[in-house]
């Protein structure tokens, strides 16, 4: 087959080399997501994780997730995709579908902009596809398309590894171990659906198109570079695009360095690409200025580990020294059985000084998981470990490729382009991946930068370790490969190794004792498991309470309770028993006994340690009545290796050491060994991690969105905290006045703000003077609204219980006099000044403007009336008819961009009540059209098209003088 291939053309032999890594790629990419992609019936999506809310939670949907303790996702760690992605993408492709641009989003807060919201990925051309799939197949195509796309990301992912690979004059087969490396990386499987999943495969490419500025066709390496970019800073996280955008930028910068040329160029390429991506950078640096996280980019910075940073340098010194120490041996000429002695004791010594460095800074418990991602479980519904299993296990890659990784990095020479700038990136980025102390907190010092999540720069350090490790199987030393071998081995044996926590003392651990007015039918285990559970029983009819909540706090070794590590969660009471209850019953129940329920999460979201569990009872005017401890449980966290990933890193190591380097037939058998066990980590890696989930289980109808879609009208509804959360009601349709507050403009905070009680947790108040202000007229919450109730402000209209007027899952309450979304008023005022209404009884007869701002008629209006209302997503429409001079107010969101017309000619907007629209009108019917054109966007459609034009430009240029490039070989 060698010698087949040797003699074979060489145009032929690029070619079939060419088709034959395509099909590899596909073939590799298939199997992480295989069972969606090949079952349409099926969708790559953790949507289910919206079905263990409010309102489906009390629903038939939820059965087929019933497990110990109550219904549980598949996957916990990709609720985001539900509550958030599905609905995004659903509105984008119907608003595409149907010629109503999705700029703008009025069913969210007091309405927010999409094009300054890069999850909606309004220009992604990812997200466009769907919508195109869903215009030729319809529904089914779409929720298709998910497993279609992470598919063929997962493939670009690896495809761009090879040739990236390639460039850099990495052998094939080490080509082949980056490929199979980066792309089953946890950056890339994990979560491969995700918003940050749609940026991360692009790293490899844009970094290929800086490569090929210094070849025989640099216009079409600058217009690669552009192009990839571009694509990913519209893939929709800001996070991930930073991250590449910072790695392609140190890339350039190295090429910088060794040829000028060639680095002006890959500079220009990524300024091009910054250009293409306009349209949507300039809208999301303009919302993100007016929202509530911009407060958030500047978080309280921690004193830097002075410790860690010092041992961080000293691993780099030895490391330093390591090489030199090769360096200057390579010239002495020993003979073989001593150059072996030589290497295996220098080796052993370099692994206990490297690994004994790193053993003393303080790492996070999740760090081990970059060497066995299982060592505390495996998600989904078995990780133990602290946090989400997607952050903690992002940073891995197979244990064979770090090992060559690590001896690229000691090895003293290598034919690796752009080796100092992988391994000075590569190392860092994995070590602030990892959460390393000292230089997470010197990052967190950066400005702006400082307060961007960490979690995708674990794609970076995939990649370039990924790279790293392919250059290593064929470059790296005998004594580089023995050292790394010898010191990962070791680490892997400390991470295998915790002390044990001191248990409290017995007397600490003791709970209350039934007294005939609390009874428990359903405790915690006394080891909590990943699932959680929950806590059910019965109140005695003379117990008062209206409300119960669950207390979890850490017992120390002392037997005190930790006040810094408590958690509470609300649960409900009804005059059922539960499911779970109701089979555990053992007799003894007062007649008219309340059952009650509260459920809690798992190990995850708890300390290690005991934790106490108490019931804390509450009464109708919200006073604590008492507590109840209930009981006790441990979180433990000890280390567990399973078979197969021992057995795989033990293949791993000694492969790493025994790899031989001489004939070109046994360097071929261990390339390929070590792809072998790099598939079969990755393979082991991705299972279960995606799993596919069924279609109906797809945000399905209830009857709590079926009452609110009838009875709201224009209006909006407000829901407590876990009800129909984030995104979910836009499935629907429906006006959700709470979601996204973190997103939503800031004024629409300061006319809804969030209302905590005495322990800080956000509760729903239906007294809030905003709540009519903002067009709220219906409220969803998971039982009866505690006295003092304004029962004359608001009624029940559907619950669950049998006495409601309809059936619904969840209490619904509407307003009795709801304030029509759009009114006139004959009177304005300044914050401050006599009469001004700041959200009043009744804003119609005196409104607050903005500073600035000014409204003096001369004879204002005596009645008003404001008809026919019509809504896209970037325009509303209404005819107003006044007897005098008076402001209409739309109580949509004020935001920049939005313009009104009166009867087809501009006018001013004016803010009203910090947060709506308005406009001045004078006596007679007018016929009034806001619109959102904001300018933001129109500057970035300019600049996204000049930079289109210079990208084809170059990328014609180029192709045309390849062809001349060829004619003239002829």
């Not at 063929?152 to 490929?179: F, H, V």
């Not at 989930?693 to 209830?702: D, F, Q």
């Not at 829901?719 to 995104?727: H, K, N, S």
């Not at 300044?830 to 009884?841: D, R, T």
Request: glycine share 10%; proline share 8%; with cysteine.
């Amino acid at each position: 087959m060698l010698r087949f291939l040797d003699e074979m053309n060489p145009r032929a032999r690029a070619r079939l080399e060419r088709t034959a890594l395509v099909v590899l790629c596909l073939a590799f990419a298939a199997w992480p997501v295989r069972e969606a992609l090949f079952d349409p019936s099926r969708i790559l999506l953790g949507i289910d994780a919206a079905l263990v809310h409010l309102p489906w939670s009390e629903g038939p949907w939820s059965e087929a997730l019933e497990v110990e303790g109550g219904p549980r996702p598949r996957n916990p760690d990709l609720a985001g995709e539900a509550l958030v992605l599905y609905p995004a993408y659903r509105f984008v492709s119907e608003s595409w579908r149907r010629g109503d641009p999705p700029l703008w989003n009025p069913f969210v807060a007091g309405g927010v902009s999409c094009v300054g919201d890069p999850r909606y990925g309004v220009f992604d051309p990812q997200v466009l596809a769907l919508a195109g799939l869903e215009a030729l197949g319809g529904r089914g195509l779409f929720d298709w398309g998910f497993a279609l796309l992470a598919w063929l990301r997962i493939a670009a992912a690896g495809l761009g590894a090879y040739l990236l690979a390639r460039r850099l004059r990495i052998t094939r087969a080490g080509a082949a171990l980056a490929a199979i490396s980066f792309a089953g990386s946890g950056a890339i499987l994990l979560g491969a659906s995700s918003s940050a999943s749609h940026v991360a495969f692009f790293l490899p490419w844009v970094l290929l198109g800086l490569e090929s500025t210094r070849g025989l066709r640099p216009q079409m390496g600058i217009a690669g570079a552009a192009l990839a970019f571009g694509l990913a800073l519209l893939g929709g996280d800001p996070s991930a695009a930073f991250f590449v955008g910072a790695c392609a930028l140190g890339w350039a910068l190295a090429i910088v360095r060794e040829d000028r040329t060639a680095g002006a160029r890959g500079l220009i390429g990524l300024g091009l690409g910054v250009f293409l991506a306009s349209c949507s950078l300039i809208p999301y640096a303009e919302a993100l200025r007016g929202s509530e996280a911009w407060s958030r980019l500047a978080p309280p910075r921690a004193w830097p580990n002075l410790f860690a940073i010092g041992m961080f340098v000293i691993a780099a010194g030895v490391a330093l020294h390591w090489k030199a120490m090769q360096a200057r041996e390579a010239a002495a000429s020993l003979p073989r059985e001593r150059a072996w002695l030589r290497d295996l004791g220098s080796g052993a010594m370099f692994a206990l000084l490297f690994a004994g460095t790193l053993a003393l800074v303080p790492f996070p418990l999740v760090a081990r998981l970059a060497l066995a991602p299982d060592l505390f479980g495996r998600a989904p519904g078995e990780y133990v470990g602290p946090g989400s299993y997607v952050h903690a296990a992002a940073p891995w890659i197979p244990l064979v490729a770090l090992a060559l990784a690590l001896s690229a990095i000691l090895s003293p020479a290598g034919r690796m382009l752009r080796r100092r700038a992988a391994i000075a990136m590569g190392a860092f980025a994995f070590l602030l991946a990892l959460g390393a102390p000292g230089l997470v907190e010197l990052f967190r010092h950066v400005p702006v930068a400082g307060a961007v999540s960490l979690a995708p720069l674990a794609a970076v350090s995939a990649l370039l370790l990924s790279l790293l490790g392919g250059h290593g199987l064929a470059n790296g030393t005998r004594p580089a490969r023995l050292a790394s071998a010898f010191a990962l081995g070791l680490t892997c044996f400390v991470a295998d190794k915790q002390a044990p926590l001191a248990a409290p003392p017995a007397s600490a651990l003791v709970a209350d004792r039934e007294d005939g007015l609390v009874a428990f039918t359903r405790l915690p285990p006394a080891e909590l498991g990943a699932r959680g559970g929950e806590i059910a029983g019965w109140l005695h009819p003379s117990v008062p309470a209206q409300r119960v909540s669950l207390r979890v706090q850490r017992v120390g070794a002392d037997g005190g309770v930790e006040s810094a590590a408590s958690f509470e969660s609300t649960g409900s009471i009804g005059p059922s028993a539960p499911v779970s209850s109701a089979a555990r019953l053992a007799g003894g129940v007062p007649e008219g006994a309340r059952w009650f329920r509260v459920r809690f999460e798992g190990a995850p979201s708890f300390p290690e340690g005991t934790l106490r569990f108490s019931l804390v009872l509450f009464g109708e005017d919200g006073e604590r009545l008492g507590s109840r401890v209930a009981a006790f449980s441990s979180v433990r966290r000890e280390p567990r290796w399973s078979g197969s990933t021992l057995a795989l890193a033990g293949a791993s190591l000694a492969l790493v050491a025994l790899l031989p380097l001489a004939a070109r037939v046994w360097s071929l058998l261990a390339g390929a060994a070590a792809c072998a066990l790099a598939l079969a980590q990755v393979f082991s890696f991705a299972a279960g991690q995606n799993p596919p989930v069924p279609r109906a289980e797809i945000l399905p109808a209830c009857k709590t969105t079926e009452v609110l879609a009838r009875q709201l009208g224009p209006h909006r509804f407000l829901a407590e905290p876990g009800l129909l959360p984030p995104l979910t009601a836009l499935a629907a349709g429906l006006r959700d006045a709470g979601a996204e507050r973190e997103r939503a403009p800031a004024s629409w905070n300061e006319v809804l703000p969030e209302v905590r009680d005495e322990r800080g947790n956000v509760v729903l108040d239906a007294r809030a003077p905003g709540l009519r202000l903002a067009g709220v007229a219906m409220l969803a919450t998971s039982r009866p609204l505690a006295a003092p109730f304004p029962a004359e402000n608001w009624e029940l209209v559907a619950g669950p219980e049998p006495g409601a007027p309809e059936r619904a899952e969840v209490h619904l309450y509407r307003a009795r006099d709801p304030l029509p979304r759009a009114f006139c008023s004959p009177r304005a005022v300044l914050p401050g000044e006599e009469g001004s209404n700041g959200g009043g009884p009744d804003p119609r007869s005196a409104v607050r403007l903005e500073p600035g701002e000014r409204f003096e008629p001369d004879a204002p209006l005596v009645e008003a009336s404001v008809e026919g209302l019509r809504w896209r997503n970037g325009e509303v429409r209404l005819r107003a008819a006044l007897d005098g001079a008076g402001l209409l107010v739309l109580t949509d969101q004020y935001a920049p961009g939005w313009m009104v017309e009166v009867d087809g000619e501009g006018s001013r907007l004016l803010q009203v009540e910090r947060a709506f629209r308005g406009v001045a009108l004078s006596a007679g019917e007018h016929e009034v059209v806001f619109r959102y054109h904001p300018l933001s966007l129109r500057v970035g459609f300019s600049l996204a098209f000049v930079a289109g034009i210079a990208v084809l430009f170059l990328a014609l240029s180029g192709a045309a003088r390849m062809r001349g490039h060829w004619f003239s070989l002829r």
